[in-house]
């Protein structure tokens, strides 16, 4: 069965700090999407980025990085330097298929 | 602006009236997805368009959910006999690439609420 886990339910941290969120996916299939979304408190999912799973290379975009480990079947996401604005519900998903998978999200709180 | 819209915001409904929900994706993208979202939870997979033919839907689609999207642009998802259960956050969104699945683009949403 293709699942997505987020162990972290709730995450607080102090502005400043570094924080990673988890993501572990269960796929048979090969070919395969990974992607991360941000729910900020509008409500409205803003995407951040999309692995497929030929591409194990990590990635960087400003605070934002990605490790992607096939061995383990995870899919971390890790915030430099957190960022008030950075307080939202983040969502790991599965594509595979022709199905979207997500995870049941992990909220970060980012205090001042 | 270009971005995913739906229509109407919030709706609230007494059990068993009928609801339908419209969702315009980007106007060039040719993939559009439903999905509902509950307190808490990840969005759930409904279904997806790839222009108006629907490829794939989800069990959680019950025979009560119908969606159509008649002219491979905007798309409407309809909901009979509402149940308290279907109180839920739906949400749409729009895709571009045929093959490598880009980034969706995801609406405001549309909360419903059964009473």
């Known amino acids: 069965a293709q699942k997505v886990t987020q162990a972290q339910t709730e995450i607080s941290v102090v502005e400043k700090e570094d924080v990673t969120l988890d993501c572990v996916y269960e796929t048979r299939d090969t070919t395969y999407y990974l992607f991360w979304y941000k729910q900020p408190p509008s409500g409205e999912l803003v995407f951040l980025i999309r692995?497929?799973?030929?591409?194990?290379q990590n990635e960087i975009s400003g605070r934002y990085s990605w490790n992607f480990q096939k061995s383990t079947s995870s899919f971390n996401f890790t915030i430099t330097a957190s960022q008030v604005v950075d307080s939202a519900v983040y969502f790991c998903a599965l594509y595979y298929g022709q199905n979207f998978v997500f995870g049941p999200g992990t909220r970060l709180s980012v205090l001042p | 602006d270009t971005g995913v819209s739906q229509n109407p915001r919030h709706k609230i409904t007494k059990r068993g009236q009928n609801v339908t929900f419209r969702c315009d994706p980007i106007s060039e993208h040719n993939r559009l997805y439903w999905y509902r979202q509950t307190l808490g939870q990840g969005p759930e997979f409904l279904t997806y368009?790839?222009?108006?033919?629907?490829?794939?839907k989800s069990r959680l689609l019950s025979d009560r959910f119908s969606a159509e999207r008649p002219k491979g642009s905007f798309s409407t998802l309809e909901i009979q006999r509402t149940e308290q259960g279907d109180s839920a956050m739906y949400l749409c969104?729009?895709?571009?690439?045929?093959?490598?699945?880009?980034?969706?683009?995801f609406g405001p949403g549309t909360r419903l609420t059964v009473l």
């Open positions: 969104a729009s895709s571009l690439s045929e093959t490598s699945h880009n980034e969706q683009f």
């Open positions: 368009f790839q222009n108006e033919a629907q490829l794939e």
């Open positions: 692995r497929n799973s030929f591409d194990e």
